[in-house]
């Protein structure tokens, strides 16, 4: 019963969530929320706010109070229409960010999930180096040329092997991170 009492709240708050991003004129906006016991809370905007918005622009719709099934039905068609839009877009953006490539200086390299995760693991390895040096007192410009110019071989997007400085690799990692970003805001799901 316990878990049944969790999924229902879960499902609230992401509803009162879906609510909010959608921003809808005649509802009210949520605010906080917490559960005591069994009971479930939520806090909306001031509801004088709403009544005055009402009263100015009266809503085209009429409103009645909903019995506990109908608001779990009023829920559920809610998610229905966020999983069935959303699953497209989604297989859409990863596909995109699947076979993602960016060049850099003459050098194009996979720049998906699987890539940046490599690269990552080489720019640890360098900044642990980078910070051992430094602790043996070595001269930090010295050590920055020894092991971010150093040369390593990587696979460009064509599977063949160029050789790159591990600086080279920190300022892809940037520019693969710019465009990752630029897809996860390219294929959001439009509000309602």
């Known amino acids: 019963m316990q878990s049944k009492y969790r999924y229902f709240k879960y499902k609230i708050v992401r509803e009162g969530h879906l609510i909010y991003t959608a921003n809808l004129p005649y509802v009210a906006k949520y605010e906080n929320d917490w559960s005591e016991g069994r ?32 608001f779990y039905k009023c829920i559920e068609c809610f998610y229905d229409r966020e999983f069935k839009e959303w699953q497209p877009i989604k297989k859409q953006r990863d596909n995109a960010l699947q076979v993602l490539k960016i060049g850099l200086n003459g050098i194009i390299l996979d720049a998906n999930e699987e890539a940046m995760n490599r690269i990552n693991r080489i720019l640890s390895v360098a900044n642990v180096k980078f910070n051992k040096e430094l602790s043996k007192g070595t001269n930090a410009t010295l050590a920055y040329e020894s092991i971010y110019h150093s040369k390593i071989e990587w696979k460009d997007s064509k599977n063949k092997f160029v050789e790159v400085s591990v600086e080279y690799l920190a300022e892809f990692l940037e520019l693969a991170l710019f465009e990752q970003n630029r897809l996860w805001r390219k294929y959001v799901l439009p509000k309602l």
């Open 39 to 70: 009971e479930f809370f939520i806090i909306v905007e001031d509801s004088e706010n709403l009544e005055e918005q009402i009263k100015q622009q009266p809503p085209q719709i009429e409103f009645k109070e909903l019995d506990k099934n109908e």
